[in-house]
C-alpha cells in the first residue's frame, strides 16, 4: 500500500472507535500465522509511568546488543512511530506491506461476519508482524489502556511484567477505584512470568501481590536510595548498584530507572546477558520525550505530559524540588474527557502567569476559552490563546521581561510534539 492508501485506510478504521475485549485480536492474530509467538517479550501496564519504563528497558537491552523491538502509545509523532526495533520507527515500506496485508485480513474477518479490528487492534498487530518478521529477540511491550481486556494481552507469558504507578483514571472503563483499576492491569500477569513494580499504594500493591502469586510469581518492588535529584542528570543507588545515573529528569524517574533494573537483572536470570557495563550505559542514554523534558536553557522550557491528577501531583512535587519558590509561566491544553480541576489545583498554584490553549486536531480537546475561565478560579494571571505556537511566542516574552522566567508546558501528550517542534523552530530562528 502507497502512504496515502495507508493514511486512507486509518483514517476509515479510526471511526470504528475503542473495543475492548481479546477476541478479534485472536482471530486476527491466528489468520496472520500468530507473529506474537516469534519473540520474547516485557509487557507493562500502570497509569503513569508505562514509557519511561518501556524507553529505559528498551534501551538497556539494546546496549546489551540485543535486537529490541519496543510498542507504546500514544505516539508524540506520526502515527507508527510508536513501532520501533533499536529506536528506529518502522519504514514506510514495511508500514504498507504490513497494512496491507492486516487489511487483506481484516476484510475476510468482516466477509465471514466477523467485527473488523479497530485502529488500535490493527496497530498492535502491525507492531507483533513486524517485531517477529525482523526477528528480535524481544519487544517490550506497553498496554495500551488498562492490561485485561488491552489488545496487547494476546502475548504469551511474558518474561517479566512490569507496572508502572498505579491510580485513577479512564474509570468509565477500568473501574472507580484503585483496587478496581489494579484488579484490570493486574490481567497481564500470567503463569511463568515474573513480577516488578514501582511503589504502590497499599490497596493496588495487595491486588498485584495476589495476583503473582495465584500464578506463581516472585513480584520485586522497585525502591530507589540515596537520590540526588537534578535537571541535567540524576543519581541514586538499588541493592548493590551504586551511583546509577540517568538523564531524565523529574522526581518519578529514579523510581522508573529502579524498576528497569529490576527487570534487566531477571531477564540476565532467565538467559539474557546483559552486563552492568551495558546496565549502567543504558540507563544514562535513556531518553523519553514529554516527561518532565528540559527543551532549552535560559529560559528553561520543560515539557510534562501530565495530563490526569495523579502525573499533575506528581509535576507539582517536581516544581517543589526542582523550582523551590520559583513560580513558572504555564502553558496548560487538556483534553475535556479528563479531571482538569484537579490537575488546575495541582499546577496553577506553581504559576506566576498561566496561559491556556486548545489542543489541536483533537476533538476530545478542551477549549481555551472554557479552560481559561476554570483557571480563573484560582488566578487573575491567565490568557487564552488561540494556537501552540501562540502559547509559546507570549510565553518567551513574559519571561524574557521577566529575568527568563522558566516555563513549562502540561496537560497533554496529545500536542507536545508540536510545542517541542515550535521551540526547536524558534531557537534556530535566533
Not at 486548545?358 to 472554557?370: D, F, S
Amino acid at each position: 500500500m502507497t502512504d496515502r492508501e495507508v493514511n486512507l485506510y486509518i483514517e476509515e478504521i479510526a471511526k470504528l472507535g475503542s473495543v475492548m475485549g481479546l477476541d478479534t485480536m485472536r482471530e486476527l492474530l491466528k489468520r496472520l500465522g500468530n507473529p506474537e509467538k516469534g519473540f520474547k517479550t516485557v509487557h507493562i501496564a500502570g497509569t503513569n509511568g508505562k514509557g519511561s519504563i518501556l524507553a529505559y528497558v528498551s534501551t538497556v537491552l539494546k546496549e546489551a546488543g540485543y535486537k529490541t523491538g519496543r510498542y507504546f502509545s500514544p505516539s508524540l509523532g506520526k502515527e507508527f512511530e510508536k513501532i520501533q526495533i533499536g529506536g528506529r520507527p518502522i519504514t514506510a515500506k514495511a508500514v504498507g506491506e504490513g497494512i496491507g496485508l492486516i487489511k487483506k485480513v481484516s476484510e475476510e474477518m468482516k466477509a465471514d461476519g466477523l467485527p473488523s479490528p479497530t485502529l488500535f487492534e490493527t496497530e498492535t498487530a502491525l507492531a507483533f508482524w513486524y517485531f517477529n518478521r525482523e526477528k528480535c529477540d524481544i519487544a517490550v511491550i506497553e498496554c495500551g489502556l488498562g492490561g485485561a481486556d488491552d489488545a496487547t494481552n494476546v502475548l504469551p507469558a511474558p518474561l517479566v511484567c512490569a507496572f508502572a504507578h498505579i491510580d485513577e483514571d479512564h474509570k468509565a472503563i477500568l473501574g472507580n477505584t484503585i483496587e478496581e483499576i489494579a484488579a484490570v492491569k493486574a490481567g497481564i500477569i500470567k503463569e511463568g512470568c515474573e513480577v516488578v513494580s514501582v511503589g504502590q499504594a497499599d490497596e493496588a500493591l495487595r491486588v498485584l501481590e495476589d495476583k503473582a502469586k495465584k500464578c506463581g510469581a516472585e513480584l520485586f518492588t522497585a525502591k530507589p536510595t540515596r537520590i540526588r535529584y537534578g535537571l541535567k542528570k540524576q543519581k541514586f543507588d538499588f541493592g548493590k548498584y551504586k551511583d546509577l545515573e540517568i538523564g531524565m529528569a523529574g522526581t518519578v524517574q529514579p523510581e522508573n530507572a529502579t524498576a528497569a533494573v529490576c527487570v534487566a537483572d531477571i531477564l540476565d536470570r532467565k538467559g539474557f546477558t546483559i552486563s552492568e557495563k551495558a546496565l549502567r550505559k543504558g540507563l544514562a542514554l535513556t531518553n523519553w520525550n514529554g516527561r518532565f523534558t528540559v527543551l532549552r536553557e535560559r529560559p528553561y522550557v520543560i515539557a510534562d505530559g501530565a495530563h490526569n491528577p495523579d502525573a499533575a501531583g506528581r509535576l507539582s512535587e517536581a516544581l517543589d524540588i526542582y523550582m523551590g519558590d520559583k513560580k513558572v509561566i504555564l502553558i496548560l491544553g487538556i483534553l475535556k474527557d479528563k479531571e482538569y480541576d484537579k490537575i488546575i489545583k495541582f499546577l496553577v498554584p506553581h504559576a506566576r502567569r498561566v496561559i491556556t490553549l486548545t489542543p489541536p486536531e483533537n476533538p476530545r480537546a478542551l477549549p481555551a476559552i472554557e479552560l481559561a475561565k476554570a483557571v480563573g478560579e484560582f488566578t487573575s494571571d491567565v490568557t487564552a490563546v488561540d494556537s501552540v505556537e501562540e502559547a509559546y511566542e507570549i510565553a518567551m516574552l513574559l519571561s524574557k521581561a521577566d529575568g527568563n522566567v522558566p516555563i513549562v508546558a502540561a496537560g497533554s501528550l496529545s500536542w507536545l510534539a508540536r510545542f517541542e517542534e515550535e521551540v526547536v523552530r524558534s531557537g534556530k530562528k535566533r
